[in-house]
């Protein structure tokens, strides 16, 4: 057994010299920074091996930028920006790929390394490396238009997407047992002219507490539907219709709906989505709220306007990405209850190796009509029951990372990716 552990030591602190150093190999292949949380690095440095993957954007000869997108079938819509930099200077190129709501993980990477390996090609053919390429092309067997009719695809589902999923959960211990159930089902169909959501959520939490002498029943429930028609109005303003229904018993609902038309005006077209975004985002919309009890204004029900205007900022550029919205919302019958939501998710890459990230959220609250007259009980505030009086709400969250050593990260190694046991 010692002998063992002083060969396993030997290993670990003598590495064989036989290794060679694959960047220096490399030193004039092409470097690339490869923006993307959603690849699979280790696939893509098997795949596109000819290339230097460096971990900081000044070192590279390309830089991408990589984006994706819902689509209307519940896929993504990918969109990769290659921009030269140094001797590449002033070259740019825009790929987009498509992928299914129910493809596989490698159904994905695979066109995702196809449509990284296309646009690399201009790139990789100015240096050495350019013999590795082995450029073929499928064989078309349309000669021309007249040979065959081509019709366009036959889709029995007519773009009508239908999406369910259920969630649940026990966990029983000696003294609590909890019980969480999270069922969805959603319904969506989008044209380049129009689009229909329609979703529906349920919350249901049972939690049961053994006090001794006693035993302690709690229960949350909560159930939304929400539903929107938008159509398009050309590259900048779209109109439509929103609408919502809530039943929660935490926050005094018996029954709210709310219904209204609203509009949309977008600064930059719609077709550059996937990068930059800023919308303005106004509705106007009738509310019926039923309350399970009296509320502090002594109402059991009450029927009122409201208006809410959202402001949203998308931004994805090499520096960094910027997410910002401001929703502001009132009544009309008393403009002195109404709620201000702000959110700010900000990374920008200061300088090499070196990077911040901001995500924050402010509520401002004055628009609490639903709370019950009898207030909460201490098992309500405890147990999360019941939705408390506050004027404010603060969240935030500062992340500073630091990055040093080789600039290169090409070296594919799964050893030990699997210590869960450890960690």
Excluded at 44 to 54: D, G
Excluded at 225 to 237: A, C, K, L, P
Excluded at 396 to 404: D, H, I, L, P, S
């Amino acid at each position: 057994m010692n002998k063992l552990l002083i060969f396993l030591l030997a290993i670990i602190a003598f590495p064989s010299y036989s290794q060679t150093d694959s960047t220096i190999r490399k030193d004039k292949a092409l470097n690339v920074y490869l923006d993307c949380s959603y690849c699979d690095m280790d696939y893509l440095r098997t795949e596109i091996s000819v290339i230097n993957y460096v971990r900081d954007r000044s070192e590279a000869d390309v830089d991408i930028v990589a984006s994706s997108i819902q689509t209307g079938s519940g896929g993504q819509e990918f969109t990769f920006v290659f921009i030269g930099q140094g001797k590449f200077k002033g070259q740019r190129d825009t790929l987009k790929i498509n992928t299914t709501s129910f493809v596989t993980d490698d159904a994905q990477r695979k066109p995702i390394a196809q449509s990284l390996k296309l646009g690399l090609i201009r790139y990789i053919a100015k240096t050495p490396f350019a013999d590795k390429l082995n450029i073929s092309f499928a064989k078309d067997t349309i000669q021309s238009s007249s040979d065959v009719n081509v019709n366009p695809v036959v889709d029995k589902w007519k773009s009508w997407v239908f999406t369910t999923s259920i969630l649940g959960t026990v966990n029983d211990q000696q003294l609590t047992d909890q019980i969480l159930l999270l069922p969805t089902f959603s319904i969506s169909k989008v044209t380049p002219n129009w689009k229909l959501n329609l979703s529906y959520n349920l919350n249901y939490q049972q939690s049961t507490f053994n006090l001794g002498d006693s035993t302690l029943k709690a229960i949350i429930r909560t159930q939304s539907f929400s539903g929107s028609y938008v159509r398009s109005i050309g590259e900048h303003f779209s109109a439509g219709l929103v609408s919502s229904i809530n039943i929660s018993t935490q926050s005094n609902y018996k029954f709210q709906s709310k219904i209204g038309p609203a509009l949309e005006y977008s600064i930059f077209p719609y077709s550059e989505c996937t990068h930059k975004q800023l919308r303005f985002l106004y509705a106007v919309y009738d509310v019926n709220n039923k309350y399970v009890d009296t509320t502090i204004y002594g109402k059991i029900g009450q029927n009122t306007l409201a208006e809410a205007l959202t402001v949203y900022s998308q931004y994805k550029q090499k520096w960094g990405s910027l997410t910002a919205q401001v929703t502001g919302a009132h009544y009309f019958y008393d403009p002195s209850k109404f709620e201000l939501n702000a959110s700010l998710s900000l990374s920008v890459n200061v300088f090499e190796g070196f990077s911040v990230s901001i995500s924050s959220f402010a509520n401002i609250i004055h628009d609490q009509i639903y709370l019950p007259l009898a207030g909460p009980t201490e098992t309500d505030i405890l147990l999360g029951l019941q939705t408390l009086a506050t004027t404010y709400q603060i969240m935030t969250a500062v992340q500073v990372t630091y990055t040093f050593g080789s600039i290169y990260n090409n070296i594919v190694n799964p050893r030990f990716n699997l210590l869960f046991p450890y960690n």
